[in-house]
């Protein structure tokens, strides 16, 4: 794999596993909002947009901006208590700093919760700047928080990657104009990426698709 200047690192899915914070938050949410679902398609609606998730539903007599809101509520009660990063997350980190590379996060997280969870678990030195739910008006897969991210380096866009797990990450990479590394951790995915890889570890060797 090509080395790059400045990774932007997805949080949750790609550094650390918080699928069933992830799945009790949302679950959290359509309960208390009163939806019917099926709790098989969880696993759909974490890794789509929220937009996309409330777009599911006919008639939900409510706004998107109360989904949102509800939805991101749960997350300060559910996530931070069931969010471990991956075996591979940090000795990959290590290495890229170790490389001289610069990193920073772009997530659909409030920035609060993301130092929390870095900081529990003694990631919060490898990254610069944090840009989370609550540093943009439009969330990915608008490109506004890898925009954001960029603006903080003197660096051009083909030295950047950005990394995540998600449909909506490799579609704001595309968006924005960089490159992305899809981290599949044996589900499926978007497929139109640059590198899709089965670990953080495959940052450091991983070949080209």
Do not use: W
């Not at 799945?23 to 759909?44: F, I, N």
């Not at 109360?66 to 969010?83: G, L, P, Q, R």
């Not at 499926?188 to 070949?207: A, I, P, V």
Request: glycine share 6%; with cysteine; net charge negative.
């Amino acid at each position: 794999m090509k080395r790059y200047l400045l990774y932007i690192f997805d949080l949750d899915g790609t550094l650390v596993d918080s699928l069933n914070g992830l799945k009790m938050c949302y679950k959290q949410a359509l309960d208390e909002l009163g939806l019917k679902y099926d709790s098989d398609d969880l696993s759909d609606y974490i890794r789509e947009s929220l937009q996309s998730t409330y777009n599911r539903f006919d008639n939900p007599g409510f706004t998107y901006e109360t989904f949102e809101k509800t939805v991101y509520n749960a997350y300060e009660i559910t996530m931070d208590a069931y969010s471990f990063p991956y075996p591979d997350t940090y000795p990959a980190l290590l290495e890229l700093k170790k490389r001289g590379a610069s990193m920073c996060i772009a997530t659909k997280s409030r920035v609060c919760r993301t130092k929390n969870v870095l900081e529990i678990h003694n990631l919060d030195g490898f990254f610069d700047h944090i840009v989370g739910y609550d540093s943009v008006k439009k969330q990915k897969p608008d490109p506004e928080c890898l925009e954001i991210c960029a603006s903080f380096y003197d660096v051009e866009k083909k030295d950047i990657l950005f990394v995540g797990d998600s449909d909506t990450d490799v579609i704001a990479a595309e968006a924005f104009g960089i490159d992305s590394a899809f981290v599949e951790r044996g589900k499926n995915g978007y497929h139109d990426c640059t590198y899709r890889l089965r670990n953080l570890k495959e940052l450091l060797d991983s070949k080209e698709v």
